[in-house]
């Protein structure tokens, strides 16, 4: 029995990594997810015969609570609302290893302190892997709460700082790994592991607290990698090598993309958890002297019309602001107006556009506009100055110029979409105010520079109504 | 569990680390959010931990954690894998 369950586990690795390999191409993602899903399956049925699991009407009430919420929000769930969605289930992940852990330590002698004739065993390399499994879940758990309530706005999207934010959060951290040396030495000291349960919990929230709204792709990003470590310290608790693999390749996945995110904002892991960038911004006056101040120029939805109508090749770049407004419906409604009108329309991607990897790429793909269209950032730059207009749908700092040549700009180095190279520059904001980077944007004033002021819902529904007429 | 599997453990650990840096970075960009949601259920095997744990003979403090511990899992792989699925199908070529 023990060998058919463990070489089902290893079945069920196998499919996780063939899986993962499948999201390659979107042509095989689906099936590769379905796959995912069948090794998973496995695992549970391999898992529901062992010899060690001998109730099972906590397991089934257990399961159909939360099947029943993982279908709701899976179904439910608006494709504006993934990135809190992805953000929940990472919490949930590393709840899950937590409570795992802690299970696994009152196994141990269920009944102390009452009866204290079994020696409470626990070997160095297992504690160790539980204190690593207590702390990385607990952050995890309530570090994506966090950023869940972020996302949804129940809790400020703005950097939040609070006093001593730094020694804090390290001598918590040191208090953790203190604490847990003496579980080590001494396991039946329940009051201590309870005291790093709590601690972690503490720690979630303070890390993700001071993080700001545009900086959730990179802190989700890492929240992601966090569930996926805390399913293989649970792994080595267990001495289950399945859990081990699959929290490793999830742990990697997050990292890499962490790694991108990062890369795409020129700035250090460091700089994003510590909660800077939006600080060196606020100050100003450095970029003031920088930024060419005039009039912007702004059009409205028939003069824009008139433009678009003798250009023949166009690029749209998408930002937050279109999420922020649902507008990616009309964003397609657009495209296929101009397309009608024999106008060559791509879009560019911004790595971090939005809130998570990926995000405007999922919105577009729900508003059936083909994923070819879709250019990630290095692969359309170069074209820009082959380019008629450029139309920028509520992005702001990813766009900046500043960023290529202004030593002074807090943003400088940052890779960014070079728009400002296309003969006309179209600006779709609701104001000229400053982005998350809290700096001025010198786009906005480039003499071929037009701003279209408005919701970006109501403006592109707008410039597609005028666009029928002309 | 004694030291030598627990360096087995280590090593299976460091592999699959370098397995998935392998498979990871060949994932395109415009899918970086179902690899998320996807690699999220799959961190959802912790419910093998959570199953052992709420399946206990006797009814102690460590299956109520498992109750707890099985419901997060579940959501964890079902919304996860569900929701992926949901994405991935919306993904279509011209």
Not at chain 1, 1 to 11: A, G, H, K, P
Not at chain 1, 434 to 441: E, K, L, P
Not at chain 2, 20 to 45: C, D, R, W, Y
């Amino acid at each position: 029995m023990r060998i058919s369950i463990e070489i089902t586990y290893l079945v069920s690795s196998i499919l996780f990594i063939y899986g993962i390999k499948m999201l390659s191409s979107p042509k095989t993602a689906r099936k590769g997810n379905l796959y995912a899903a069948i090794g998973m399956f496995l695992a549970i049925a391999a898992t529901l015969v062992d010899q060690n699991v001998l109730t099972y009407e906590w397991i089934i009430i257990g399961a159909i609570i939360g099947s029943l919420v993982g279908a709701l929000l899976a179904f439910k769930t608006p494709m504006t609302g993934m990135p809190q969605m992805v953000g929940m289930l990472n919490g949930f992940g590393g709840g899950a290893s937590t409570l795992v852990a802690l299970s696994e330590y009152f196994k141990i002698n269920p009944n102390y302190p009452v009866d204290q004739s079994l020696p409470f065993n626990l070997p160095i390399d297992q504690g160790i892997a539980m204190i690593l499994s207590l702390l990385i879940g607990g952050v995890t758990f309530t570090g994506s709460m966090i950023a869940f309530g972020k996302l949804q706005g129940l809790v400020s999207g703005k950097v939040v700082k609070y006093p001593f934010q730094h020694p804090l959060n390290l001598i918590l951290i040191l208090v953790v790994l203190v604490a847990g040396v003496f579980v080590l030495m001494n396991p039946t000291s329940i009051p201590l592991v309870i005291i790093i349960v709590i601690i972690s919990l503490v720690l979630g929230i303070l890390l993700v607290l001071p993080i700001g709204g545009a900086d959730m792709p990179v802190a989700i990003s890492l929240l992601n990698s966090y569930s996926g470590l805390a399913g293989s310290t649970t792994g080595f608790v267990l001495g289950n090598n399945e859990l081990i693999i699959a929290g490793a390749l999830v742990g990697a996945s997050g990292i890499i993309l962490t790694n991108i995110m990062c890369k795409a904002m020129n700035r250090s892991l460091m700089n994003v958890v510590l909660g800077g960038w939006a600080s060196a911004g606020s100050s100003g006056p450095a970029v003031e002297g920088a930024s060419p101040k005039g009039d912007a120029k702004s059009v409205d939805a028939e003069e824009l019309a008139m433009i678009f109508d003798v250009a023949s090749k166009v690029v749209i770049v998408p930002g937050y602001g279109m999420a922020v407004a649902q507008a990616q419906h009309a964003v397609r409604d657009l495209m296929n107006i101009l397309e009608a009108k024999g106008i060559n329309v791509r879009f560019a991607i911004h790595p971090v556009a939005g809130r998570m990897p990926g995000h405007m790429n999922v919105l577009l793909a729900e508003a059936n506009v083909p994923y070819d269209k879709l250019y990630a950032m290095e692969d359309i730059n170069d074209d820009f100055p082959n380019v008629d207009i450029a139309l920028i749908i509520g992005a702001n700092d990813v766009v900046n110029p500043a960023a290529r040549h202004d030593q002074k700009s807090p943003i400088f180095g940052m890779p960014i979409l070079n728009v400002d190279y296309a003969k006309t520059v179209v600006i779709n904001k609701r104001s000229l105010n400053v982005g998350y980077a809290g700096i001025d944007n010198e786009l906005f004033f480039y003499p071929n520079a037009l701003m279209y002021f408005g919701d970006a819902r109501d403006s592109i529904v707008k410039l597609t109504h005028a666009l029928k007429e002309a | 569990m004694d030291g030598l599997s627990f360096l087995m453990h280590i090593y299976v650990f460091v592999l699959a680390i370098f397995v998935g840096f392998e498979l990871i970075t060949k994932v395109p960009p415009t899918l970086h959010t179902p690899l998320m949601s996807g690699s999220n259920a799959i961190s959802g095997i912790t419910i093998v931990g959570a199953i052992l744990s709420a399946g206990l003979e006797q009814f102690t403090i460590s299956t109520i954690l498992g109750l707890i511990a099985v419901i997060f899992a579940m959501i964890n792989v079902i919304g996860g894998f569900l929701v992926t699925d949901r994405m991935l199908k919306m993904f279509k070529k011209k």
